[in-house]
C-alpha cells in the first residue's frame, strides 16, 4: 500500500480529509480565521488527486466551518472550534461510553466497579488533560 | 464541454478473438483516470486505438472531438507512453530533443528535473538502458510532453517502488501546476488509486464498471461469522461472493452500511471489513455486468 500519509482505502478519501481538517480545528491547530491548505497543498501531501482534496474542503466550506475569500484560500470561519467540540460531545456516548458500558456487562464487571475504574483512570492523567479541553 | 474522448460502440476483432466487446465510454477533460482489469482484459488494445496506433473493427472514436487515426492535429495534442516502449538506436538526450519537436507544449525544464530524479543519464544510449531506466525514459517524455490527453499503458516495468513513488509524486504535481486528461492502465491498483479520480474496469474486452474512485471506497463490506448471523444480517441485501467453512460463512455485502447496521453486526457478533478499491475492483470483473451497473447506479 502506498503512503498516503495516515488515509486508509477502505473509506471514501475526501471525508477523511474533511474528517482530518475538522479534528485540526477542533484540537486548535488550525485556528479560527487561519488559512486552510489549499486543494494542491493537500493533495500534494496526501497524495491523492486535487479533485478529492477540494470535495473534502467543500464539505467543510457547505457546512460553514470554512469560508472562502475570493483569490486567497480558504479560512477557518468563526465559532467552527465551538462547533465541532460541541458535535463531539454529542457522539462521545455513543462512540465512548456504549461500547465501555456493553464491554464491562460482558465480563462482569458491575456500575461500581466501573465508576471507580473510570475515577482511577481519571486521576492518573496529567492535571491538565482533566476537564480540560472544553474551554 | 466536449468530453476528451468519446467512444461509442467501439469492437475489436482478432481473428475469433473478441478484444473489445461494444465499449461505450466518455472521459471528461482534465481528470485523472484509472482503466483497471487484468492482463488481457483490453486495456491496451482500447489505448492503441485511442492512441490511432489500431483500427476499431467497428463502433466510434472520439479525442478531443476528432477521430485520432492519421490526424496529426489530434495526435500531436495527445501522448501514449506503452508498456516496453521501443526507441530507434538513439542516446537518451536525442529521444528528448524528438520529442521536444513533436510536442507543442513540450517542457524542457520538467523534462531536465525528471531526468534527475529517476537519474537517467542524457549521453547513455537507450538500448544500453536497464529494463526500468526506459520505463523512465518513457515517464520523462509522458509528462514533459504535458500533452492534453496523456495516456500511460502500464509504465513501469522494471521500476522499483521508490522510483514508481517519484512517478506518481510528480505525476500530481505537474497535474496541479497543468490539468489536462491523464489515463493510466495499472495492475497496481492500490499503489495507484488515491491518484484517481474516475475509475474504469475493464474485463473480458468489455467495461464493467466506471464511476468516482471515491465512490467506491467503503461501498461494499465483507462480512464474517456463524453462517446463522450472516444469514440474518445480509437477508434481502446484494451480496457477491460467499464462502463458508463449517459454521462459518463470509460475503460481500453491497451497498454501504450506517450506523444502525453497525451496532446490528456488533451484537452479532460479526466482522466487518470495508473493501479497498483494488478488492472492489477484483469483485467487479468476478461479477456479470448487470449486477455490478445496478449495484454502482
Same mark, same amino acid.
Do not use: C
Given at each position: 500500500?502506498r503512503?498516503?500519509a495516515?488515509?486508509?482505502?477502505?473509506?471514501?478519501?475526501?471525508?477523511?480529509?474533511?474528517?482530518?481538517?475538522a479534528?485540526e480545528?477542533?484540537?486548535?491547530?488550525?485556528?479560527?480565521?487561519?488559512?486552510?491548505?489549499?486543494?494542491?497543498?493537500l493533495a500534494?501531501?496526501?497524495?491523492?488527486?486535487?479533485?478529492?482534496a477540494a470535495?473534502g474542503i467543500?464539505?467543510?466550506?457547505?457546512?460553514?466551518?470554512?469560508?472562502?475569500?475570493?483569490?486567497?484560500?480558504?479560512?477557518?470561519?468563526?465559532?467552527?472550534?465551538?462547533?465541532?467540540?460541541?458535535?463531539?460531545?454529542?457522539?462521545?456516548a455513543?462512540?465512548?461510553?456504549?461500547?465501555?458500558?456493553?464491554?464491562?456487562?460482558?465480563?462482569?464487571?458491575?456500575?461500581?466497579?466501573l465508576?471507580?475504574?473510570?475515577?482511577?483512570?481519571?486521576?492518573?492523567?496529567?492535571?491538565?488533560?482533566?476537564?480540560?479541553a472544553?474551554? | 464541454?466536449?468530453?476528451?474522448?468519446?467512444?461509442a460502440?467501439?469492437?475489436r476483432?482478432?481473428?475469433?478473438?473478441?478484444?473489445?466487446?461494444?465499449?461505450?465510454?466518455?472521459?471528461? !477533460? /482534465?481528470?485523472? +483516470?484509472?482503466? #483497471?482489469? *487484468?492482463?488481457?482484459?483490453?486495456?491496451?488494445?482500447?489505448?492503441?486505438? @485511442? $492512441?490511432?496506433?489500431?483500427?476499431?473493427?467497428?463502433?466510434?472514436?472520439?479525442v478531443?472531438?476528432?477521430?485520432?487515426?492519421?490526424?496529426?492535429?489530434?495526435?500531436r495534442?495527445m501522448?501514449?507512453?506503452?508498456?516496453?516502449?521501443t526507441?530507434?538506436?538513439?542516446?537518451?538526450?536525442?529521444?528528448?530533443r524528438?520529442?521536444?519537436?513533436?510536442?507543442?507544449?513540450?517542457?524542457?525544464?520538467?523534462?531536465d528535473?525528471?531526468?534527475?530524479?529517476?537519474?537517467?543519464? !542524457? /549521453?547513455?544510449? +537507450?538500448?544500453? #538502458?536497464? *529494463?526500468?531506466?526506459?520505463?523512465?525514459?518513457?515517464?520523462?517524455?509522458? @509528462? $514533459?510532453?504535458?500533452a492534453?490527453?496523456?495516456?500511460f499503458?502500464?509504465?513501469?516495468?522494471?521500476?522499483?517502488?521508490?522510483?514508481?513513488?517519484?512517478?506518481?509524486?510528480?505525476?500530481?504535481a505537474?497535474?496541479?501546476?497543468?490539468?489536462?486528461?491523464?489515463?493510466?492502465?495499472t495492475?497496481?491498483i492500490d499503489?495507484a488509486?488515491g491518484?484517481?479520480?474516475?475509475?474504469?474496469?475493464?474485463?473480458?474486452?468489455?467495461?464493467?464498471?466506471?464511476?468516482?474512485?471515491?465512490?467506491l471506497?467503503? +461501498?461494499?463490506?465483507?462480512v464474517?461469522g456463524?453462517?446463522?448471523?450472516?444469514?440474518?444480517?445480509?437477508?434481502?441485501?446484494?451480496?457477491?461472493?460467499?464462502?463458508?467453512?463449517?459454521?462459518?460463512?463470509?460475503?460481500?455485502?453491497?451497498?454501504?452500511?450506517?450506523?444502525?447496521?453497525?451496532?446490528?453486526?456488533r451484537?452479532?457478533?460479526?466482522?466487518?471489513?470495508?473493501?479497498?478499491?483494488?478488492?472492489l475492483?477484483?469483485?467487479?470483473a468476478?461479477?456479470?455486468?448487470?449486477?455490478?451497473?445496478?449495484?454502482?447506479?
Open positions: 500500500m503512503d498516503m495516515g488515509l486508509d482505502e477502505d473509506t471514501p478519501l475526501f471525508a477523511q480529509i474533511a474528517g482530518r481538517l479534528e480545528i477542533a484540537d486548535g491547530g488550525l485556528a479560527e480565521g487561519e488559512r486552510v491548505p489549499s486543494m494542491n497543498e500534494a501531501f496526501y497524495r491523492i488527486n486535487p479533485a478529492t470535495k467543500n464539505l467543510l466550506a457547505d457546512d460553514g466551518l470554512l469560508e472562502k475569500r475570493r483569490g486567497i484560500g480558504m479560512f477557518v470561519a468563526s465559532g467552527a472550534r465551538r462547533r465541532l467540540l460541541a458535535q463531539r460531545r454529542q457522539r462521545f455513543a462512540q465512548y461510553v456504549e461500547p465501555l458500558v456493553t464491554e464491562a456487562a460482558r465480563l462482569g464487571i458491575d456500575d461500581d466497579e465508576v471507580t475504574l473510570v475515577r482511577e483512570s481519571t486521576h492518573a492523567l496529567p492535571v491538565d488533560a482533566r476537564g480540560g472544553s474551554e | 464541454m466536449t468530453p476528451a474522448i468519446s467512444v460502440g467501439l469492437t476483432r482478432y481473428h475469433d478473438n473478441l478484444a473489445l466487446d461494444q465499449v461505450d465510454l466518455e472521459v471528461e !477533460a /482534465g481528470s485523472i +483516470v484509472g482503466l #483497471l482489469g *487484468r492482463n488481457g482484459a483490453g486495456k491496451t488494445t482500447l489505448l492503441r486505438i @485511442l $492512441a490511432g496506433q489500431e483500427f476499431p473493427s467497428s463502433g466510434s472514436v472520439l478531443q472531438g476528432a477521430r485520432p487515426a492519421e490526424n496529426e492535429a489530434v495526435l495534442r501522448v501514449f507512453v506503452r508498456e516496453d516502449q526507441y530507434p538506436d538513439f542516446k537518451v538526450r536525442h529521444a528528448l524528438v520529442a521536444s519537436w513533436f510536442y507543442p507544449n513540450w517542457s524542457a525544464e520538467l523534462a528535473a525528471l531526468l534527475a530524479d529517476f537519474g537517467l543519464p !542524457a /549521453g547513455r544510449a +537507450v538500448k544500453k #538502458l536497464s *529494463r526500468g531506466m526506459r520505463s523512465a525514459l518513457g515517464i520523462v517524455i509522458g @509528462l $514533459a510532453a504535458r492534453d490527453v496523456t495516456m499503458d502500464e509504465p513501469y516495468a522494471g521500476l522499483d517502488a521508490v522510483a514508481r513513488q517519484i512517478f506518481y509524486d510528480r505525476l500530481l505537474d497535474y496541479a501546476e497543468r490539468p489536462r486528461t491523464i489515463l493510466l492502465s495492475h497496481l499503489e488509486a491518484l484517481l479520480e474516475r475509475v474504469i474496469v475493464i474485463d473480458q474486452g468489455r467495461i464493467v464498471l466506471t464511476a468516482d474512485a471515491d465512490d471506497r467503503g +461501498v461494499a463490506t465483507a464474517s456463524p453462517v446463522l448471523a450472516v444469514d440474518e444480517f445480509t437477508a434481502g441485501r446484494a451480496v457477491w461472493g460467499r464462502r463458508g467453512l463449517a459454521g462459518q460463512a463470509s460475503v460481500v455485502v453491497v451497498g454501504a452500511l450506517d450506523e444502525a447496521d453497525r451496532l446490528r453486526a451484537s452479532l457478533h460479526l466482522d466487518l471489513g470495508p473493501l479497498t478499491l483494488q478488492q475492483v477484483v469483485q467487479a468476478a461479477q456479470p455486468a448487470d449486477t455490478v451497473e445496478r449495484t454502482s447506479a
